[in-house]
């Protein structure tokens, strides 16, 4: 059995990939109204101004390629069994080669029915149009978790932390429940480390790791590595 590792990402793990966080000057919650763009209120408004706010987005995921810290983190499976619970939308880390995560928030590479939450498809194109409808005649939409919709493996996430041996925080603000929740069911026993380049809340009892996430999670790999 090998030792078990969570690993809990949010934007900042994409930053040095291209991608813009959310709450960071120039951040996209700088540029956007969430209302707008990332609630289904916002949908029913107006799904147009919704689809070009994701459809750039995910053309900037497509053009953007995993940091040495997604690399890192997949290297981790050669001695740990890993699992990573994300709250991007990207598939970095599935590109860098981790073969376990869980889009808490969904997945912007998936399109999906806005009738029937069950019906999902692989995209086929980069884009979703207006028109674009699922067999069920209704709009797709990006397969995205928006605020006020339920989030995704919460269940599974909060057992796998309780079964860490170590749990790895990285790139998140903590602001957005309940996913925040999780770095608290990582057990006493556990080894825990939370990754930022800027001072923030870090939850009770992880050890600050103050700097970027290609800065620093290479080196904290190879240590734990090292000595496992
Ligand atoms: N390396 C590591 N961390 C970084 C880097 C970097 N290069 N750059 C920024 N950060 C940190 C910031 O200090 C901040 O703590 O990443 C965090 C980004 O916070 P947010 O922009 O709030 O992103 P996140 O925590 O993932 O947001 C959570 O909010 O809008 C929703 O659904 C959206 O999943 C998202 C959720």
Same mark, same amino acid.
């Given at each position: 059995?090998?030792?078990?590792?969570?690993?809990? +990402?949010?934007?900042?793990? $994409?930053?040095?990939?291209?991608?813009?966080?959310?709450?960071?000057?120039?951040?996209?919650?700088?540029?956007?109204?969430?209302?707008?763009?990332?609630? *289904?209120?916002?949908?029913?408004? @107006? *799904?147009?101004? /919704?689809?070009?706010?994701?459809?750039?987005?995910?053309?900037?995921?497509?053009?953007?390629? *995993?940091?040495?810290?997604?690399?890192?983190?997949?290297? %981790?499976?050669?001695?740990?069994?890993? +699992?990573?619970?994300?709250?991007?939308?990207?598939?970095? #880390?599935?590109?860098?080669?981790? &073969?376990?995560?869980? #889009? /808490?928030?969904?997945?912007?590479?998936?399109?999906? !029915? !806005?009738? @029937?939450? !069950?019906?999902?498809?692989?995209?086929?194109?980069?884009?979703?149009?207006?028109? @674009?409808?699922?067999?069920?005649?209704?709009?797709?939409?990006?397969?995205?978790?928006?605020?006020?919709?339920? /989030?995704?493996?919460?269940?599974?996430?909060?057992?796998?932390?309780?079964?860490?041996?170590?749990?790895?925080?990285?790139? &998140? $603000?903590? &602001?957005?429940? =309940?996913?925040?929740?999780?770095?608290?069911?990582? =057990?006493?026993?556990?080894?825990?480390?939370?990754? !930022?380049? @800027?001072?923030?809340?870090? =939850?009770?009892?992880?050890?600050? %790791?103050?700097?970027?996430?290609?800065?620093?999670?290479?080196?904290?790999?190879?240590?734990?590595?090292?000595?496992?």
């Amino acid at each position: 059995m090998k030792p078990k590792i969570v690993v809990f +990402t949010g934007a900042g793990v $994409s930053a040095e990939s291209g991608l813009k966080t959310f709450r960071d000057m120039g951040g996209l919650w700088h540029e956007h109204r969430l209302e707008d763009v990332a609630s *289904p209120e916002g949908w029913r408004r @107006d *799904p147009a101004t /919704v689809l070009r706010f994701y459809n750039e987005r995910r053309l900037g995921v497509l053009a953007a390629s *995993p940091n040495a810290a997604h690399a890192a983190i997949a290297r %981790l499976e050669d001695k740990f069994e890993v +699992t990573i619970v994300t709250q991007n939308i990207d598939d970095l #880390h599935e590109r860098a080669g981790s &073969t376990r995560v869980l #889009h /808490v928030h969904g997945e912007i590479l998936k399109a999906r !029915s !806005s009738a @029937d939450e !069950s019906r999902i498809y692989p995209m086929r194109g980069p884009l979703i149009e207006l028109g @674009d409808l699922c067999e069920l005649g209704s709009q797709l939409r990006p397969d995205v978790v928006w605020f006020g919709e339920n /989030v995704r493996f919460l269940r599974e996430a909060a057992q796998h932390f309780a079964e860490a041996d170590k749990v790895l925080a990285i790139g &998140t $603000s903590l &602001t957005v429940w =309940p996913a925040a929740g999780l770095v608290d069911y990582a =057990p006493a026993a556990a080894e825990r480390v939370f990754v !930022s380049p @800027d001072l923030q809340d870090v =939850p009770d009892d992880y050890r600050f %790791l103050r700097g970027t996430a290609v800065e620093t999670v290479p080196g904290l790999v190879e240590q734990w590595l090292a000595q496992a």
